[in-house]
């Protein structure tokens, strides 16, 4: 009996052929409430069983490249607040980067990922009543501290994992009355920013393949298109109530696949 094995471009090419239209998608979808789609995007890479290394690395540029688009469109019509944004951002970046700098087994990393998309996966189905915000203004001292904690902690988790942490400050500014629907996707928006940039680079210094970019590059593409569309949409039309629940469902059937694929 002849074994057949095919050309690594070949198996390259049938990943990206079900990779692309999927990535379109979730960048789309994401980008109208300013995330980059950072968790669907691990989650799927995940499952397909791609290198636990080179996965937040593609999860981290998709990222970069949808919330670039998100953060000028939300800041064009009025919804992105770098007087908000900016102490949480201090307290990311350099956990985002040495977040990304460990080197972690594959089953610990899909283990907490599982486990952390799960959790964001509950919290987002429970309803906001976003009318009922009031649109608060902070400026004490304490809060600023508070925002900068809640940075750190966010930027270590999400350079860890190669998410942009955008799924986890959304709930925290929510429950702390920080703005509007749509501000609150603002300063998502520069936060993924600013905790991709910090977390990419941390994972670079773990090495990587120039044949890695042949993956890279095609996604990259497909949701700089998908994440401009979504992020027009978001800005100026959109709801984020369903896109949120629709996400929700995703992250937490994925979640459940991958404990089912470790541990069963």
Not at 7 to 33: G, Q, R
Not at 72 to 77: G, L, P
Not at 100 to 124: C, K, N, P, T, Y
Request: proline share 3%.
């Amino acid at each position: 009996m002849n074994i057949i094995f095919l050309p690594d471009f070949v198996i390259e090419m049938n990943i990206l052929f079900y990779l692309i239209p999927v990535f379109f998608i979730i960048s789309v979808i994401y980008s109208t409430i300013g995330w980059g789609g950072a968790s669907s995007y691990v989650a799927i890479l995940a499952l397909l069983g791609l290198n636990h290394l080179l996965i937040p690395k593609v999860s981290l540029i998709c990222n970069i490249v949808v919330v670039t688009g998100g953060m000028y469109f939300f800041y064009k019509e009025g919804h992105l607040s770098f007087q908000r944004a900016i102490p949480f951002t201090l307290g990311s970046v350099p956990l985002a980067f040495a977040g990304g700098a460990i080197q972690i087994e594959r089953d610990v990393f899909l283990s907490i990922l599982s486990v952390l998309l799960l959790i964001v996966g509950v919290r987002m189905l429970i309803p906001t009543k976003v009318s009922e915000v009031q649109n608060k203004q902070y400026s004490s001292r304490i809060v600023w501290g508070m925002s900068i904690f809640i940075g750190m902690i966010l930027g270590f988790v999400s350079g860890l994992t190669g998410l942009g942490g955008g799924v986890f400050l959304a709930p925290i500014l929510y429950v702390m009355e920080w703005g509007t629907a749509k501000e609150i996707a603002g300063i998502s928006s520069f936060f993924i920013f600013s905790n991709s940039i910090a977390g990419l680079i941390g994972q670079f210094t773990k090495g990587y393949e120039i044949d890695d970019f042949k993956m890279i590059i095609p996604l990259a593409i497909t949701v700089f298109i998908g994440g401009q569309i979504g992020s027009r949409l978001g800005s100026k039309y959109f709801s984020d109530v369903w896109v949120k629940r629709i996400t929700a469902v995703i992250l937490i059937v994925v979640s459940v696949r991958i404990l089912y694929k470790l541990f069963l």
